[in-house]
């Protein structure tokens, strides 16, 4: 969106010391921690103060790679952020990372075509389904329902989704060495996702989208349904700026739906962290720096410009805010009911591939989602014993 170059620029026009640069680095979260990986490796790189997804603190604090934040980052400051985001950035009993923006995975629709066919946003996977097929015939729309499926980080936000909405686990959310995921509710939520492409309501796409090919679906009008972050409604409803042709009052937000009717809704917990590169020769200015872009009204700034979700709980109560980006508010009920992914477990990123891996067959219907469940339960497993001994984690 611009916006943090805006920001930097901001900072940079100010009477400070020294000044800021910023560095754009892929998109997919995946590529950019194999990037800072082989940067750490090889002596640290030069980024001072590093964007780093919430899944990352565990791993890179494994590792000595970015700094322990505990003394600079006091308790009492750590008060005001959302209690989510301050235990994703810990990492046995330490903190190494501020929450800049906070996200969740939501169930944005088509309010205007929703409401022309009187029907209530879905709660189940099932009832997307049928409301979907009734939209996408009336109205001819391409496709009911778009997602993330393609084989990254952001199709294992997917699948955790529906494990967990069909009453699964990954691992033990006490127990981080503990693998859960062969159960049956696994199995359940790979079937959830597998339907929602055999039915005809997704695209079978799917497979390759991520969030930038799903999101531009969904802003050209071509589908009813889709799965995304809170950006998505700075993006569609942005108008043409932004690529969309949805008016602003045609998009609705609701949490996402499960497998049975009744059961508590989930989403995956995302954000991103700024942390300190622990080779960083400018660790002072990097803190004065964090201090700064995470000041209420430069987390205001990129709430409204950028539909980046505040860390702050603070914020969730300023009105003026609320009304200028209304996503704070319609999401309130995902917000509410996030869930970290394993990422508790310094070999997370290995597991991720294997998950994103599986996920992606089951889409395309190159396994068979019972088999997606027993060839996850087997390699995480595995992955999951190495990081105890590694680790000691379960000690
Ligand atoms: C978003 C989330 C991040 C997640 C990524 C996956 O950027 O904030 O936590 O890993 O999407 O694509």
């Known amino acids: 969106t611009g916006t943090l170059e805006k920001v930097v620029a901001q900072f940079n026009k100010e009477d400070h010391p020294f000044t800021v640069e910023w560095r754009p680095m892929p998109a997919d979260t995946g590529q950019y921690f194999d990037k800072m990986r082989t940067e750490f490796q090889v002596g640290g790189g030069d980024i001072d103060v590093i964007g780093a997804d919430v899944i990352w603190p565990a791993q ?11 003394e600079l980052f006091t308790e009492e400051m750590q008060q005001d952020y ?38 209530q946003p879905p709660k189940t ?56 995921i062969g159960d049956e509710a696994s199995t359940l939520g790979h079937e959830a996702a597998r339907k929602n492409i055999t039915s005809g309501v997704g695209p079978v796409a799917v497979a390759t989208y991520k969030e930038t090919e799903s999101l531009t679906v969904f802003i050209q009008g071509d589908a009813v349904f889709i799965r995304i972050w809170p950006y998505g409604y700075a993006v ?48 002072e200015q990097s803190w004065k720096f964090i201090q700064w872009m995470s000041q209420p009204k430069i987390q205001s ?10 860390g702050r709980k603070s914020l969730f109560e300023d009105k003026e805010l609320l009304k200028k980006q209304p996503v704070m508010e ?52 595995r992955i999951a014993n190495v990081a ?6 379960g000690g």
């Open 60 to 70: 890179l604090a494994a590792n000595g790679w970015i700094e322990d934040l505990s």
């Open 82 to 119: 959302l209690d989510s985001t301050i235990q994703t950035s810990t990492y046995k009993g330490k903190i190494y990372g501020v929450p800049w923006y906070s996200d969740a995975g939501m169930l944005m629709y088509r309010k205007d075509l929703l409401d022309k066919a009187s029907l």
């Open 125 to 180: 996977w099932d009832e997307l389904l049928s409301q979907s097929k009734k939209i996408q015939e009336q109205e001819g729309i391409k496709y009911g329902f778009v997602f993330q499926g393609a084989e990254y980080e952001g199709g294992v936000c997917n699948q955790c989704e529906y494990i967990w909405n069909a009453g699964g686990e990954v691992l033990d959310p006490s127990d981080p060495t503990k693998v859960l």
């Open 236 to 283: 569609a409803t942005g108008g043409p700026a932004e690529g969309s042709v949805l008016k602003p009052e045609w998009v609705g937000v609701t949490s996402l739906p499960v497998v049975n009717e009744g059961d508590q809704s989930f989403c995956t917990l995302g954000g991103w962290d700024f942390c300190i590169n622990a080779f960083s020769d400018k660790k």
């Open 301 to 310: 700034t990129f709430a409204i410009d950028a539909g980046y979700i505040p």
């Open 330 to 381: 319609l999401g309130r009920s995902s917000f509410e009911s996030t869930k970290p992914r394993p990422s508790a477990n310094p070999f997370y990123s290995d597991m991720s591939l294997d998950m994103a891996q599986a996920f992606t067959e089951v889409i395309k219907g190159d396994i068979e989602p019972q088999q997606a469940t027993n060839t996850l339960s087997t390699k995480l497993e």
């Open 388 to 393: 105890d001994v590694t680790y000691n984690l």
